[in-house]
Structures are given as C-alpha cells and as structure tokens.
C-alpha cells in the first residue's frame, strides 16, 4: 500500500488514527489537519508513530522560529537574492502539480554568501518551500483533487568548479536537510537537465542529507531531457527554452516574468570580504623552505579542493603533477597545473579547486623560498571531491607524507 488517502492498509489506517490523536494539542498550530498532511510525517518515518509526532513537533517548533506562517507575506528578502539567484515556479506537470525550476549556472554562490547572511539565506529557501507549499494548496482548490508535491528541474548547463566552493557545499547541505526535516513528502520528482561531469563530484558532496526516499527521485536525464520532460509536462506549461509552448506576454522564450536569470553579484552588495573558515591543519615554513603536499588520484574526474590562510605576510602556492607517491622533486621537474604565484592569503583567505582530468600523484606547494629572513604559518584545508560512490572508493585518494624542502626549487 502506497501508504495515501485511499490507499492505506489496516496497519496504515490504525497508525494515522494514532498519531492524530497524540497530536491533538499542537493540531491546531498545523498549516492543515487534513489526512493528506499528516500522512506526509507518517510515510516519512515508515509510519513510526512515536518518531512521526516527533518529527512534526519539531517541525512546528520551526515554524514558529523561523515565523514561516507569515513569511510569504511579511518578509521581505534581501535584494541582492531576489536579483542573482535564477529559478522559480513556472508552470504545472500533467498531473497538475507546480513545477519549479533551480537553474544553476547562472548562479556564483560565493558574492551571494558575501553579501547575505546564512540566515537570510535559509529563510529565502523556507520561503520558496512555502510558496511551493501554497502553490500546491492552490491547485488542489482549482482542480478538486488533492495536489500535494511539486516536479523539480535542476538545470545545470554551466555548472563549474565555482559551485563547489566549500561554504556553499555546505550551506546546500544544511538547505537539504532543512528541506528534509520540515517538508516530507512534497517532492514528486526531481529532474537534472544538462548535467556535466562535474555534477556527479556535486551531487556526492550533498546525497548524504538526502533520504532513500529522496533520492531515488533524482533522475538525470540525458540528451533526450526534452523529450522526457515534454513526457511529464505539457507543452504549453514548459518554457520554450526547455521544448516547450509557453512564452511571456511578450513573447520572451525565457519567461522572464516567472523564473529569474541570475547573474553577477555587483561588488556593491558585498556585506563582507570573505568568510571565516575552519582549517584542518596547520604548519610553519621556515624561511627559504617549500612545503607539499601529496595527493594520489587513481582515476579522472575528482576534484581537488583547497582554502589557505597565512600569518604576517604573502605565500606562494601551486599545483604539480608527477608520477609517483613520495619521490621527491623539485618544482621545475613536476608538470605544472596550477602556476604558482605569491598570494596575500594573510589579508583574504585563498580558497580553489580543480578538475584532476588524468590520474597521478598531484602536489599542492606551499612556497617559502623567496623569503629570505621569514618563516610563515599556513593553516589549510585539502579535499578529494570524488565523482560517485559507485565509481570510486574512498580509497581511490591516497596521501603521502607532507615534505620540506630547505632549498629553492
């Protein structure tokens, strides 16, 4: 049994008449007492009971923090999300459920982050949920039937390594499990059009925050992805853009007037320079040394990640390629990838990544060897971003010893 109204087996049935009457005293603080929401707690806890009512106390709890009964109405979002952040609502599936559309590429996360706070941040996403939320209440009223999830359509063309800045992999997770905590069950299918490469290293960082149930409704589509949306959704409620009928009054393609473009973030929103980051390791570099660090990459596809700060002055960095785990060489006999160049990482935290596109051992050098009176403190953080579980282990990566090189190289 699907475990929704008309479809509940004794089990099922008894569960629901349970959890309704443990929550008869917070019931009336629910944005709906109807079956159909509280079966949404109750599928997202397997029809645990106790862990149900749980989950919903918590969640209402939430709403009352975050004041997400009001939050369509009374907040307004800072300018600078409602400007560069590109998507929204656009449109029904064939079963009349709202589509909403997160378009990627468009989007850098680190001005955004620069220029909002977390907070403002998370409350802009509760408040696409709830306007999702509405939405869905809204076509139910229209077409007399329940509407109670919404179809998804992750649009990634442009996605790049920009996107995998470590606050916003974090923040994205922290958004997820919100999703996943407050909003069970609304999720119909999630469809990602013109995924890259990279996608799967990015959806790794985030599958995680993601129940069973959740992700087996991720679909990546291929180049037929019009074809299958058009499967899904009519063509007269899918934008031009994506294969589709529908423009805005004005014949825009790109229905402007219901999904937002996106684009970069003026240097004029930024509230801050750059944000604090906590590092995992920390060493001293004496004066005229070089210090490296090994990473061994057994298949293409990975990517490297890294943030770096220093104390009292400049540090030089680079990446090189060789070919074997813990033999010593000097830069001039390493491949270069990354070109190494002194960076005021003392005044604003360094922060990058890059796509490994062949195996080998790569080596990340801290340079020290211009300073001829100074040592110099990094604290850093290093990842391997892996492509997939599925493709690679975790022990694909493999770290050598960290080297000093007293001498110029």
């Not at 109405?73 to 609502?89: C, F, H, M, N």
């Not at 590429?105 to 509405?134: A, H, N, T």
């Amino acid at each position: 049994m699907s475990g929704r109204v008309g479809d509940l087996s004794p089990k099922q049935a008894e569960a629901l008449a349970q959890f309704r009457e443990k929550i008869q005293d917070v019931l009336p603080q629910c944005p709906s007492q109807s079956d159909h929401f509280l079966l949404r707690w109750l599928r997202a806890r397997n029809f645990n009971v106790q862990k149900s009512e749980a989950m919903l106390r918590k969640h209402l709890e939430f709403r009352k923090l975050i004041k997400a009964d009001t939050i369509t109405t009374d907040w307004k979002p800072p300018e600078v999300l409602e400007k560069y952040l590109a998507g929204g609502i656009c449109g029904y599936d064939r079963e009349g459920s709202p589509v909403y559309y997160d378009v990627v590429g468009p989007v850098d996360p680190k001005p955004i982050l620069l220029s909002v706070s977390k907070q403002d941040f998370m409350k802009y996403k509760v408040r696409d949920c709830e306007m999702l939320w509405k939405e869905c209440d809204l076509q139910s009223v229209r077409l007399g039937k329940t509407v109670e999830s919404a179809t998804l359509i992750c649009d990634c063309e442009d996605m790049g390594l920009k996107h995998l800045w470590k606050p916003a992999a974090d923040l994205g997770g922290e958004v997820l499990t919100m999703f996943e905590d407050n909003y069970p069950e609304t999720l119909k299918r999630l469809f990602v059009i013109k995924a890259p490469t990279l996608f799967y290293v990015a959806y790794n960082l985030v599958n995680h925050f993601l129940s069973e149930e959740t992700r087996r409704k991720v679909i990546v589509l291929g180049s037929n992805w019009q074809e299958v949306l058009l499967k899904h959704i009519d063509r007269e409620e899918l934008p031009v853009i994506y294969g589709g009928k529908m423009t805005d009054p004005d014949g825009d393609p790109r229905c402007r007037t219901k999904l937002k473009q996106g684009g970069q973030v003026p240097h004029s929103y930024y509230a801050r320079e750059f944000i604090k980051v906590q590092y995992d390791q920390c060493v001293s570099i004496s004066r005229g040394s070089s210090h490296q660090l090994e990473y061994e990459i057994l298949a293409p596809g990975c990517v490297l990640r890294w943030q770096f700060c220093s104390e009292g002055a400049d540090i030089g960095f680079g990446v090189f390629l060789k070919k074997k785990l813990g033999e010593r060489m000097k830069a001039g006999q390493m491949q270069e990838v990354v070109p190494s160049q002194r960076y005021n990482a003392h005044l604003v935290p360094e922060d990058g990544s890059l796509t490994c596109t062949e195996p080998g051992v790569y080596v990340l050098r801290f340079d020290n060897t211009y300073s001829i009176l100074q040592s110099k403190k990094v604290s850093f953080a290093v990842e391997v971003l892996l492509p997939s579980n599925d493709s690679l282990s975790e022990s694909g990566m493999s770290k050598a010893s960290e080297q000093e090189a007293p001498s110029r190289h």
